[in-house]
């Protein structure tokens, strides 16, 4: 049975990255903040499917993450990295609080480099399926490379998860096991809700080639690429899920 761990699973592009793994057959440990009453109904439709509340930022929410996920299922074949917050308020630069930096900073890199910690050795201790130990996908972001002086903190740390993507690309190489990560663009979820009207405007303007929103579903299907052993020679590796807005264009 092919099991994976995926985190953000309670909306967003985590949902629909869970629906696309369970799709294919995957055994499915969701990981999210959102108690569990509240998503309950959510996931009762999914086979195979045990939802996880816990707090990325905690150590011990991430390691009761993976221990469901081995308990249940004695394997975690997949690791898919999607929880993130953008600040609570987009501050200027100059303005950032410690307390804004530090609650993005703790979910978003920190949380997340612990926990592919923690998955990484246990993938190590796994048997080789097909010559590979395991797959690993991070969801970064276009912000990993395009300043945005008013969410400073979000930049920053998706910058930190695209060297942590090259990190355990290059330290996990030896042990089958690849390390990849996707870039969103402008993608249609909670976060950017509040912004729609800008980015409306933006893609009217002509920022995004393909001239629409990105959806969950975009993103769910390149992370599933990522983990399907269709790339087997591919590892360190960042794909643009954004339309084609990282193209500098005259």
């Known amino acids: 049975m092919k099991v994976a761990l995926i985190t ?3 909306g967003g592009i985590g949902y629909a990255t869970v629906e ?3 799709k294919e057959g995957y055994a499915i440990v969701a990981m999210d903040i959102v108690p569990e009453e509240k998503v309950a109904d959510k996931f009762a439709s999914l086979e195979n499917t045990v939802y996880v509340s816990g707090n990325l930022a905690k150590a011990e929410d991430r390691l009761n993450a993976v221990e469901t996920a081995i308990n249940k299922f004695g394997v975690i074949t997949v ?3 999607v929880a993130g917050v953008a600040p609570r308020v987009r501050a200027d630069l100059l303005e950032m609080s410690e307390e804004s930096y530090d609650f993005v900073m703790d979910i978003n890199l920190r949380g997340t480099f612990f926990l592919t910690q923690l998955v990484a050795n246990q993938m190590i201790r796994q ?3 097909e010559g590979v130990k395991g797959y690993i996908a991070n969801v970064s972001s276009c912000s990993a490379y395009t300043s945005s002086v008013n969410r400073g903190e979000y930049c920053m740390s998706k910058a ?3 060297m942590m993507t090259k990190l355990f690309a290059d ?3 030896k042990d089958g096991i690849l390390v990849n990560e996707i870039c969103p663009g402008i993608i249609e979820t909670g976060m950017t809700e509040k912004v729609k009207e800008k980015y409306d405007n ?3 303007g002509g920022l995004v080639p393909l001239n629409r929103w990105g959806t969950p579903e975009d993103c769910a299907n390149a992370l599933y690429t990522l983990c399907s052993g269709a790339l087997g020679y591919t590892t360190g590796q960042s794909i643009d899920v954004d339309g084609g807005m990282h193209i ?3």
Do not use: P, T, W, Y
């Open 160 to 162: 930190g998860m695209s």
């Open 202 to 204: 933006l893609i009217a």
């Open 20 to 22: 696309r793994f369970a």
């Open 8 to 10: 953000g699973a309670a």
């Open 248 to 250: 500098q264009r005259l």
């Open 171 to 173: 330290r996990l190489a």
């Open 79 to 81: 690791l898919v990295n």
């Open 127 to 129: 048997s080789k399926e």
